[in-house]
């Protein structure tokens, strides 16, 4: 009795090539898993592609709602943007496909787990650390740091001499990688940063050309940090992302050409689709400047910044991360109020917020005639704020009368 492997399947080239590879050349039972994030596939006919290219059995496994609302929507809170840019939607995505395949793995009594990502790239570590940070013991398996194979063009060639059908040809050779929260692509010319990426490429979003000429305002409200209405109607949390998604992909909104720092140390180019998302982190990070004090804002963004790095690295199941995440929902407790945004040709501008825990007070920053603040006040005030700089001056001109 051959010992079983659970495959990270997608139907893809890399994957439908790998299922092939870990049942010849290694002589595995090969249990596929689709867990599905929002990517647009017939899940149906993948599964009956995985047991047609020979596995013995294939899951597919839809977590949307806990992708929304465990890992989409902590990391919103948190503000976190990997290197200005990377709203993260494949970092934040691998963790909890990991936890998915550990928990089929365990349920099959496989003794290995297989990706198809390459050794060049992030989400091995995504990957790997998930699994061990959840099952120390199990084996892993990547077909791309172990295999004769060097490029996307040897696997085309290996599908065809095995007669697997594959979604991709030499001529269209994008690597993408797609959920409910983006989609992203790269190879082919992006690999040249000289080179302007093909437009053609986008699979959601219009071009700047192609969207309206017409902007389009919307609404959207809040609760502790987390969004529940659009244009005042309610919705789910996936509800919420798919309405934001159709709204700003046909604005062009969210089309980022990023060069970014990988984890194992090259740059990396990729084009990235996040038209929902996009939306979501403006309304978020200008209702927060509406209700946090500048101390508060200021030490959020800090901790944004590490927020990022810890999810774009993998670690979402570490210490650190989880901590984090306890400071987090500390300061969203009254992120709660309505913005107005106006979507135009690929931009998204907050126009007006309103909070019932709004900071901003009209009697205190009125430029005319007010009964709260008294201007004479500044003056102590910027004595006291100044007396470093004016002991310091004093010093200095006290030394230069001792060397006179």
């Known amino acids: 009795m051959n010992k079983k492997v659970v495959l990270a399947y997608s139907g893809g080239l890399d994957t439908s090539v790998i299922l092939k590879w870990l049942e010849v050349e290694k002589g595995y039972d090969v249990i596929a898993v689709c867990v599905d994030v929002g990517q647009k596939d017939n899940f149906e006919e993948v599964k009956k592609k995985a047991l047609s290219s020979g596995a013995i059995k294939a899951y597919a496994v839809d977590v949307k709602d806990e992708f929304v609302q465990e890992y989409i929507f902590p990391t919103l809170k948190a503000g976190a943007v990997y290197e200005d840019d990377y709203l993260l939607g494949t970092s934040f995505a691998r963790p909890l496909i990991a936890k998915k395949l550990v928990e089929i ?216 991360k989880e901590a984090l995440d306890c400071f987090v929902d500390k300061t969203q407790e009254k992120v709660e109020g309505t913005v107005k945004l106006k979507l135009y040709k690929g931009s998204v501008k907050s126009v007006a917020i309103k909070s019932d825990y709004s ?22 005030f910027i004595n006291l704020f100044s007396l470093p700089l004016k002991l310091k001056k004093i010093m200095e001109l006290n030394q230069e009368k001792k060397v006179v």
């Open 359 to 380: 900071l901003y007070s009209e009697e205190y920053v009125t430029f005319g005639e007010d009964e709260v603040y008294n201007q004479y006040d500044a003056e102590g």
């Open 105 to 320: 793995a365990h349920l099959e009594g496989a003794e290995a787990i297989a990706h198809g990502a390459t050794g060049k790239g992030n989400d091995q570590v995504r990957f790997e650390v998930t699994i061990k940070a959840l099952d120390p013991n199990m084996i892993i398996i990547a077909p791309w740091r172990q295999w004769d194979m060097k490029s996307r063009e040897d696997c085309i060639d290996y599908a065809i001499n095995h007669g697997i059908e594959v979604p991709v040809t030499k001529k269209d050779i994008y690597s993408r990688d797609e959920n409910i929260w983006h989609i992203s692509h790269e190879g082919g010319e992006l690999e040249d940063p000289w080179n302007v990426h093909n437009e053609e490429m986008y699979k959601w979003c219009k071009t700047l050309e192609e969207a309206p000429d017409k902007p389009e305002t919307l609404t959207i409200d809040f609760v502790k940090g987390i969004p529940v209405k659009i244009n005042g109607k309610e919705y789910s949390p996936l509800g919420i992302i798919e309405k934001l998604n159709e709204l700003g992909a046909n604005h062009g909104v969210g089309i980022a050409d990023i060069v970014e720092n990988r984890l194992v140390g090259m740059k990396s180019r990729g084009v990235y689709e996040t038209p929902g998302g996009t939306i979501l982190y403006e309304a978020h990070k200008n209702l927060e400047k509406l209700i946090f004090d500048r101390s508060l804002m200021e030490y959020k963004k800090t901790i944004s910044i590490k927020y990022a790095q810890l999810v774009y690295d993998g670690l979402w199941f570490s210490p650190l």
